[in-house]
């Protein structure tokens, strides 16, 4: 089975005929202030409004009911992550309030780190699990960093999950076959600039992903 891309941090339409036009399975695009990818509810409407036959997905971190209610009116979504800190409890009430599927992104530096994973497999529906984010960082996610993928080497988790973090497409086959990941999720890795995506790379980087020849669990 080939492997699912994510292409994340899209912020024009151009970036998402190329992504779409490479195979990717899953949009994502940032509803967080703080990032050089962030959208607002109207831009992320118009980007995607074209956009069918693909996951399309909502990036958020620690939003409140509000936010939540102001992008969910205005752009159909069909998965919603969360990259801050939320609970289980938060997870949970997302998910039964508004009624989509969620992906609660755990940070991971240590193989230590993957044990904040056991608490959401109730409440969530996938899990990503990407680098924990520099010292000094003002965002949680998009900041090249990568982990040891090797930590997810034999890891037995019953939800889906996505790899992130620090991946490009020189070294994503590679992150597949050591890490075993049946999805990947890529944002500044696809960019010539932060939040300006580059269609060759995207291109490049969705043709090694699907290329790849890792193992299936």
């Given at each position: 089975?080939?492997?699912?891309?994510?292409?994340?941090?899209?912020?024009?339409?151009?970036?998402?005929?190329?992504?779409?036009?490479?195979?990717?399975?899953?949009?994502?695009?940032?509803?967080?202030?703080?990032?050089?990818?962030?959208?607002?509810?109207?831009?992320?409407?118009?980007?995607?409004?074209?956009?069918?036959?693909?996951?399309?997905?909502?990036?958020?971190?620690?939003?409140?009911?509000?936010?939540?209610?102001?992008?969910?009116?205005?752009?159909?979504?069909?998965?919603?992550?969360?990259?801050?800190?939320?609970?289980?409890?938060?997870?949970?009430?997302?998910?039964?309030?508004?009624?989509?599927?969620?992906?609660?992104?755990?940070?991971?530096?240590?193989?230590?780190?993957?044990?904040?994973?056991?608490?959401?497999?109730?409440?969530?529906?996938?899990?990503?699990?990407?680098?924990?984010?520099?010292?000094?960082?003002?965002?949680?996610?998009?900041?090249?960093?990568?982990?040891?993928?090797?930590?997810?080497?034999?890891?037995?988790?019953?939800?889906?999950?996505?790899?992130?973090?620090?991946?490009?497409?020189?070294?994503?086959?590679?992150?597949?076959?050591?890490?075993?990941?049946?999805?990947?999720?890529?944002?500044?890795?696809?960019?010539?600039?932060?939040?300006?995506?580059?269609?060759?790379?995207?291109?490049e980087f969705i043709r090694a992903a699907k290329?790849?020849?890792?193992?299936?669990?």
């Amino acid at each position: 089975m080939s492997v699912e891309v994510k292409i994340c941090g899209l912020t024009d339409g151009d970036a998402v005929d190329a992504a779409l036009q490479a195979g990717a399975d899953y949009l994502g695009l940032v509803f967080f202030a703080r990032s050089p990818r962030a959208v607002t509810p109207d831009q992320a409407a118009e980007i995607l409004q074209f956009a069918d036959d693909v996951t399309k997905v909502g990036l958020f971190v620690d939003a409140d009911d509000a936010l939540l209610d102001s992008v969910l009116g205005t752009v159909r979504l069909d998965l919603l992550q969360f990259h801050g800190s939320e609970t289980p409890e938060r997870i949970e009430r997302v998910r039964l309030e508004f009624g989509l599927p969620v992906m609660k992104v755990i940070p991971v530096s240590t193989a230590a780190d993957l044990e904040a994973a056991t608490a959401f497999l109730p409440v969530a529906d996938r899990l990503l699990f990407d680098a924990k984010p520099p010292p000094g960082a003002d965002r949680p996610g998009g900041n090249a960093a990568r982990f040891d993928w090797s930590i997810l080497q034999g890891f037995q988790c019953p939800l889906p999950w996505m790899l992130a973090g620090g991946l490009d497409p020189a070294n994503v086959a590679e992150a597949i076959r050591i890490s075993g990941a049946g999805a990947v999720d890529v944002s500044s890795g696809v960019e010539s600039a932060p939040g300006v995506k580059d269609p060759e790379r995207i291109a490049e980087f969705i043709r090694a992903a699907k290329g790849s020849a890792a193992s299936r669990r």
